[in-house]
Structures are given as C-alpha cells and as structure tokens.
Nanobody, 121 residues
Framework: QVQVVESGGGLVQPGGSLRLSCAAS????????MGWYRQAPGNRRELVAA???????NYVDSVRGRFTISRDNAKNTVYLQMNNLNAEDTAVYYC???????????????WGKGTQVTVSS
C-alpha cells in the first residue's frame, strides 16, 4: 500500500505565497517522477509542475517563474513553492507520484486527495 498526502493549502491574498508539501509513504521501492496537478471548478485537471528523481523539472506556462517544484528523495517528499499568486491559481491541488513497489512490478501512479488553494482578497 502506498499513501500520498498533501498539506499546505489555504486562503491567501493576491500576490501572496504558499508552500505545498506532499509525502509518499508505505511499500515504496523507488519513486520516479512526482508532480503537482490542479483542478478548478468546471475545468479539467492540469499538470502544474513535475520533477524527476534526478531533479529535472517542467512547468505549465502560466506558473513558470512564479512556482518552484523541488523534492527530497530521502523523505519521498515533493514541494511546490507558489509566489505571486493570483485568482486564476485558485484550485484543488493534487500530488502525483510514480511509484515502484517491487522490482517485479511496473511503476504505478498514486494520487493524494488534494488540498484547496484559494486566492482572494
């Protein structure tokens, strides 16, 4: 069993900052990419940022330069530092981890339950 748990969401004013954390735990052999997705009401879930085990990153254009993804491989944890937030960033943010639980099994995607980020004055 693998659990993925996000934390750090909340209400912030426009221009403010938040830092999201996501920890994976359980029967983990290794983790490949970890990523943050978000879904606003009426919208599809979209990839916000992702990071490989080697530290390569990619971002959706709308957050590049404002958000920074990082990870601590020893703690199976990924972070998302969000700066200069605006109303369009309001969404539920989900963490995803590509986990290998055994060398005899392929990697699988595991999702957290999400954390709400609301940007409003």
């Amino acid at each position: 069993q693998v659990q993925v748990v996000e934390s750090g969401g909340g209400l912030v004013q426009p221009g403010g900052s938040l830092r999201l954390s996501c920890a994976a735990s359980g029967s983990i052999f290794s983790i490949y990419a970890m990523g943050w997705y978000r879904q606003a009401p009426g919208n599809r879930r979209e990839l916000v940022a992702a990071i490989t085990s080697g530290g390569s990153t990619n971002y959706v254009d709308s957050v590049r330069g404002r958000f920074t993804i990082s990870r601590d491989n020893a703690k199976n944890t990924v972070y998302l530092q969000m700066n200069n937030l605006n109303a369009e960033d309001t969404a539920v943010y989900y963490c995803n981890a590509e986990v290998v639980v055994s060398t005899s099994l392929p990697k699988n995607n595991y999702w957290g339950k999400g954390t709400q980020v609301t940007v409003s004055s």
